[in-house]
């Protein structure tokens, strides 16, 4: 059975921006299929020819790609309904791998933060137990 690769998928096999299931499909059909390697070639030598596509344009400068603020009001849950259904579905449609490496940077970037404020706390906390025994053992001693 023959999957079809569109000229689009090509093109981002080509600039490694293809979903990597996809990819892997890709390049085994590319192992069987001379006409889909022969397709490859074709729009390889555009590229390098200096034809470009739009998509390959929008892709090429991440147009469309949310900045770390929007994506930041994404993951807060205070996007509108709108922009927040973009964001997912370049998430979950597109699978850019630019949007979801900015996702996942911003989910682990918390994390971190978060667990750097309770190290924090923890430190505040075990510092000033040792200071209110002190004042209490004083108290308890005049």
Sequence with gaps: MTK???DAELDCYIEET???DRARALEQQLREDES????LSQINARRGAGQHTLGG???QNQIG????DQMGSFLLGVLDDQHADYIQFRVDVLKCPFTIALKT???NQKSETE???STRRTKFFDSSVGL???KTDRKNRS
């Design 65 to 68: 790609i949310p900045s770390r």
């Design 115 to 117: 667990d750097e404020t």
């Design 132 to 134: 209110l025994r002190k």
């Design 18 to 20: 293809l979903d990597a």
């Design 36 to 39: 889909l390697l022969k397709r």
């Design 57 to 59: 344009i929008w892709r």
């Design 4 to 6: 079809e690769f569109s």
């Design 105 to 107: 940077d911003l989910e």
